[in-house]
């Protein structure tokens, strides 16, 4: 009963924590516009206040840098346990531009912890960035809660490289 | 006390560690850390054809990609001694002060939601779509638009689109001067800005402060001036203020703004016709070139060698602006929420700033003051 409860708000106030593990910021400020008055985020009950230890859902941007590779798997084990990882941009996916000869960067993100969504682009448009949001958490937070500690081994943290 | 912030924290869109040094609610020192986003763009770029390059050049900074594209572009430009023909210049013209327009409408309401003033901030943010709107008419994306190549530009606009943009231009000037009002003579949010984070002249020019941050402190230093285009096309004269505080920094941005769509209108009114882009034989040599960023000034050290990148050096103005925030605005600020207020409006734009990062071996750990600055 109190689970269902439970699920029924989580479903309807999403926190979002924002963590920029080394891009260009053009994703964070499409995320940024995301605030404005024309998506209104908040409006599905999402909220952006970038901090880890109340997140529902961790919006990756950037390519982990050198720096990133120890503190995004702390970040992740601080958020509380139905939790979700959108990985946001090309960067995180496979490194984008940086990934070369001569890059300092660690992509793909789901080396290190384990990745829910994906949305690709360079950046991504805004609603895209909305819609993938609104797919993915509502659905994994609610039915996640109670499954985390047994059987969804899923949602752990990897070994890393 | 020393009180750490970040590098994820609520006021800060972006990765770094500010440490203020504390007594009671008093700022007494701040100090910061970089190094969270250093990807080694410079390093990628030795050794490839320009055409691999432009794109890392954009992805130096979301925010003001524009620019470094345009930077970019002119620097091989100027290398190889030739320049883009008159209607390429004054696109990229259009586009630079579109862009100059949406990083300070950006910037101001991030200062905004710093201080807690919800509805500026997202009455900014809405008349910003509309800018973004217009940049996507023009080059076909929002942030990085791949517009810019070595001699000219991508693609050409039509008549329509200019059309539009005058339109949405209009739209943007009927509310910017509502919302400038209810900040200039707010009571509340005057008070809040103005004497705070003080940097007077001499501070600014110790500091090396560029851009809105310098000319807010009466650095009275703009580098379009000097850039052909808008010496040779358009009538332009930088804007500057005295007072160096949170307000005035602020002011600074909001003035700069309709300066900024007056030029987009010459541009628009006077677009020659004529070819978008000219051939170009890259030639070899070395070339600094300059521009104003909405920043500040950027600046690109290329060597080339016949096709190829030799070496790549850039400068932005973050480095210099954060540098002296946290040298002279942040000190004596009276509480730390004005701390964060004041940080806002030096404009940091982090992905910027990062060109070297110094990695201990022997430790494993990144170097924090490379020049032992303390
Ligand atoms: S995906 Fe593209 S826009 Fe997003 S952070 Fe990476 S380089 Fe920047």
């Known amino acids: 009963m109190l689970n269902t409860f439970k ?3 989580r479903k309807s106030s999403i926190h979002v924590c924002l963590v920029n593990c080394g891009g260009c910021n053009g994703c964070d400020i499409e995320i940024v516009a995301l605030l404005s008055p024309r998506y209104d985020l908040e409006q599905y009950g999402i909220y952006v206040h970038n901090n880890p230890r109340e997140a529902d859902v961790i919006l990756i941007t950037g390519a982990v840098t050198e720096q990133w590779i120890k503190k995004i798997k702390r970040i992740y084990s601080k958020a509380p346990e139905p939790k979700v990882v959108a990985c946001v941009g090309n960067c995180p996916l496979s490194g984008d531009v940086f990934n070369q000869e001569g890059g300092n960067v660690h992509a793909p993100v789901s080396d290190f912890i384990c990745v829910d969504a994906e949305i690709s682009g360079c950046p991504p448009r805004p609603s895209e960035i909305l819609e993938a949001i609104l797919t993915v958490a509502p659905g994994a937070i609610a039915s996640r809660g109670r499954e985390a500690n047994g059987k969804n081994k899923k949602n752990q943290v990897t070994g890393g490289k | ?12 869109k972006e990765p770094l560690r500010l440490k203020l040094q504390t007594q009671g609610e008093k700022v007494l020192k701040a100090e910061i850390d970089y190094g969270y986003v250093h990807r080694g763009i410079e390093r990628i770029m030795e050794g490839k054809t320009w055409q691999k390059c432009i794109y890392l050049a954009e992805r130096v900074c979301g925010i003001c990609s524009y620019e470094h594209t345009q930077t970019f572009a002119e620097t091989i430009e100027k290398i190889s001694n030739v320049r883009a023909p008159s209607r390429a210049q004054f696109l990229r013209t259009i586009t630079n002060e579109l862009d100059r327009i949406q990083s300070h409408l950006l910037a101001n309401s991030t200062y905004f939601k710093a201080m807690e003033h919800e509805t500026l901030f997202m009455y900014l943010l809405s008349v910003r779509e509309h800018i973004m709107d217009a940049i996507e008419l023009l080059t076909g994306n929002r942030v990085n638009m791949g517009w810019n190549v070595v001699g000219g530009v991508r693609m050409d606009a039509k008549q329509v689109h200019l059309d539009a943009i005058l339109e949405k231009l209009k739209d943007v ?8 009002q209810i900040f200039e003579q707010g009571h509340l949010v005057g008070l809040r800005s103005k004497d705070v984070g003080v940097m007077t002249r001499d501070e600014a020019l110790k500091g090396r402060a560029v851009g809105p941050i310098g000319r807010a402190s009466g650095l009275k230093h703009d580098l379009r001036e000097q850039h052909h285009t808008y010496r040779e096309n358009f009538e332009f004269k930088p804007i500057w203020r005295k007072e160096g505080d949170n307000f005035a920094r602020t002011m600074n941005r909001f003035d700069e703004i309709p300066q900024s769509i007056d030029l987009v209108r010459q ?3 006077n677009l020659p016709d004529g070819d978008i882009r000219t051939k170009v034989e890259i030639g070899s040599g070395y070339v600094e070139w300059r521009n104003e960023a909405p920043r500040g000034e950027v600046v690109y050290m290329a060597e080339t060698n016949g096709n190829l990148i030799k070496h790549i050096s850039i400068r932005t103005p973050s480095i210099m602006n954060i540098d002296s925030c946290a040298k002279y605005m942040l000190k004596d600020v009276a509480t730390v929420a004005d701390a964060v207020a004041t940080y806002a409006t030096a404009d940091p734009c982090i992905a910027c700033a990062e060109r070297v990062a110094i990695i201990d071996v022997d430790k494993g750990e990144t170097s924090k003051d490379i020049f032992d600055l303390k």
């Open chain 2, 1 to 12: 006390m020393i009180l750490p912030i970040g590098p994820i924290h609520p006021g800060l």
């Open chain 2, 267 to 269: 541009a628009i009114n």
């Open chain 1, 7 to 9: 699920d029924i708000v």
């Open chain 2, 173 to 180: 000037e009927k509310d910017l001067d509502r919302y400038v």
